[in-house]
């Protein structure tokens, strides 16, 4: 073939591609060398901020549009020269070679002893330099996989996730994840050979980024823990990488161990390589179960370079355990590769559409089509599961009995696991401030005098919570509280109603406003003396009192409405921080009283007797003036402080 013949098939690419809106490009990325797929090597076309990854058999798929038939892609991969390569070479499909970098030991003769930590803490400071300060919002491919070996499937999620992330360059920085489309394929046999179930994966492309997350390995606060020694270096004619390996010193974490990648010129940091043995942060939302045994758990990370600035390029998550139950080691893999960037006119997602932490992605099944993905970029399938679904979508009784199952009709187990997360329980502390006004209580009631009762001016207002919610939606959640007097007085609330929940910090942390309304009770009682019944024999309102010692209350009651608003922070994955405050407004039964009760015998079988301060039965004198109003003052604000946490 002689080049006007190239230039020919050149140009007639070229010009198919200004013919379509969009094309697809293809191909497979190999070692140089020795010829082997290299698996997760990034694909981007920098201008337009789009791009793609490699999957485990080194083969990609990209869509452009016409426009980029002039633009060029950089090709990367940990450990390998870059390459940059025009569109219209990209056609059929390509083969792109990478040559390795040369591997160089590290000269530990020459190092000084803190040099490994000096050079880390650069990085730590260059992080504002090195990755994005601005929000960006980037749109990513999720793939999630459960598996025996190699060529049994269980299952695998797919979806195209929305990465919102507000910046790189505060030490604690705040994400957000939308799911725009997903997609889950069961394969027959699942529930018999394993139960353990992962939530909260789509937040891997902000949790497992290390740079944004600030793990502790980076941190200089924490480098203490932590073994860190140069092993080597990546060379080539244009970067030097050095190697950073790093091991924790202490147990039981002394399994966690790792590689990172950092930039000898610029100090970025371009890539991790890390793994943990058993359950640890590294195992995500893996759910503990007494039947599984976890295994280990391995990830690697690596970040792509547009115009002097670094974005998560992709991340290759493995995990295995041995389920006791089925006597089978079940492989799980997550998959995620960035294929769009966009850093203008970035906005945070909205709170009602975003995808919560102990969220489970696509719980609906939808048919397997290979088709279903064909408006985005993604990561291919393996060749192994992309022959597995193959096989079992030929047969009819397997795709009869995938939708049976799965498609819409959600497993005895999903739906309790979708109900109970609905639930979180409130606890903590609340003050609703009580006053009783004291004073020598000269007491005749019923004819029968009582003796004058020294009683103390006694505030009090310090009482438990327990509450609990349900989410009907992100917006709109049931709820329930009890509050019981901590010392001093008896004291019961109990709410019941409805709150509405407001996001108050769309880009950062997780901050929320509840404004809430609830039938409400409150009842307080105060015990002002114990007065003696000698003889055991007094008679009123027609009850005899047969105990020799009596217990003199004073109470207060009432049902009614109580406004609430309160102010929340999501601290972690499964609880956050709240303090509310709340008005009583009393409106049915609104009783104030004076109580007397045996104090001996059984409990259930003790007398009592209530009456209204104006009984002209009750004679009351405090402090020598005669009293017929309540002594026992409760305001109607409370406020409370507490923790509130989730399944």
Not at 138 to 147: A, N, V
Not at 548 to 573: D, T, Y
Request: one cysteine or more; proline letters at 4%; aromatic letters at 14%.
């Amino acid at each position: 073939m002689n080049w006007n013949h190239l230039l020919f098939c050149g140009l007639l690419f070229f010009n198919s591609l200004l013919s379509m809106a969009q094309a697809t490009l293809h191909g497979r990325i190999i070692d140089a060398s020795n010829k082997e797929p290299l698996a997760y090597a990034t694909l981007s076309i920098n201008k337009l901020g789009i791009g793609t990854a490699s999957n485990g058999d080194g083969d990609w798929t990209l869509q452009i549009p016409a426009s980029a038939a002039n633009e060029t892609v950089s090709v990367a991969f940990m450990g390998y020269t870059s390459k940059t390569i025009n569109v219209a070479e990209l056609s059929g499909n390509a083969i792109i070679q990478l040559q390795p970098k040369s591997y160089q030991m590290a000269e530990v003769v020459v190092t000084q002893k803190d040099f490994c930590k000096e050079f880390l803490r650069k990085a730590w400071d260059a992080i504002p330099q090195n990755y994005p300060t601005r929000p960006t919002l980037c749109e990513g491919f999720y793939r999630e996989t459960e598996r025996l070996k190699d060529s049994t499937f269980l299952y695998f999620n797919e979806a195209v996730l929305d990465v919102y992330k507000n910046s790189y360059k505060n030490s604690i920085n705040f994400g957000q994840i939308r799911v725009e489309k997903s997609r889950k394929n069961v394969f027959p046999g699942i529930d018999s050979i394993n139960d353990v179930w992962f939530y909260g994966g789509p937040h891997f492309p902000n949790d497992l980024d290390i740079v944004f997350s600030r793990w502790d390995f980076i941190k200089p606060s924490e480098y203490a823990n932590w073994k860190i020694e140069l092993v080597g270096s990546l060379r080539d004619s244009v970067s030097n990488i050095y190697v950073l390996s790093f091991k924790n010193k202490k147990l039981p974490n002394s399994s966690y161990q790792g590689k990172m990648y950092i930039d000898r010129d610029n100090y970025a940091f371009v890539g991790f390589d890390f793994w943990r043995a058993g359950f640890s942060n590294l195992n995500g939302g893996q759910m503990p179960d007494m039947n599984y045994v976890p295994g280990m758990t391995s990830i690697k990370i690596g970040y792509t370079e547009q115009n002097g600035t670094y974005n998560l390029g992709y991340i290759n998550y493995k995990s295995n355990g041995f389920n006791t139950a089925s006597k089978k080691r079940i492989f799980k893999d997550v998959e995620y590769v960035t294929t769009s960037i966009q850093t203008k006119d970035v906005s945070p997602i909205p709170f009602s559409q975003q995808f919560d932490s102990h969220d489970i992605l696509s719980i609906e099944a939808q048919p397997y089509d290979s088709s279903y993905w064909k408006d985005y970029n993604i990561l291919e399938q393996s060749k192994l599961m992309s022959n597995q679904a193959a096989l079992s979508y030929q047969k009819d009784e397997a795709l009869k009995q995938l939708t049976k199952t799965y498609n819409k009709v959600l497993t005895e187990q999903e739906k309790v696991l979708l109900f109970l997360k609905r639930f979180t329980f409130d606890g903590g502390i609340a003050y609703l401030p009580i006053r009783y006004h004291g004073g020598a209580h000269d007491l005749t009631w019923g004819g029968n005098p009582w003796g004058t009762q020294q009683v103390k001016t006694t505030a009090f207002g310090i009482s438990t919570m327990d509450g609990i919610r349900f989410e009907l939606n992100k917006k709109w959640m049931l709820t329930g509280t009890v509050s019981t007097a901590l010392y001093g007085v008896e004291q019961l609330q109990m709410d019941l109603g409805a709150a509405y929940r407001v996001s108050l910090a769309p880009s950062g942390r997780w901050m929320f406003m509840d404004l809430g309304l609830a039938a409400s009770s409150v009842t307080s009682r105060l015990t002002l003396a114990t007065l003696s019944n000698a003889g055991g024999n007094l008679t009123l309102d027609g009850k005899t009192f047969d105990s020799e010692n009596l217990e003199l209350k004073a109470g207060k009651s009432g049902l009614g409405l109580k406004p609430s608003i309160g102010f929340s922070v999501r601290m972690g994955k499964q609880y956050e921080l709240f303090t509310d405050a709340s008005w009583f407004q009393p409106m049915l039964f609104k009783k104030e009283y004076l109580q007397l009760k045996e104090a001996d015998g059984f409990f259930l079988s003790r007398q009592s007797v209530k009456t209204d301060w104006n009984n002209p039965t009750l004679q009351l004198k405090v402090d020598g003036q005669e009293v017929h109003t309540p002594r026992f003052e409760v305001q109607p604000w409370n406020v409370r402080i507490g923790i509130r946490s989730g399944f």
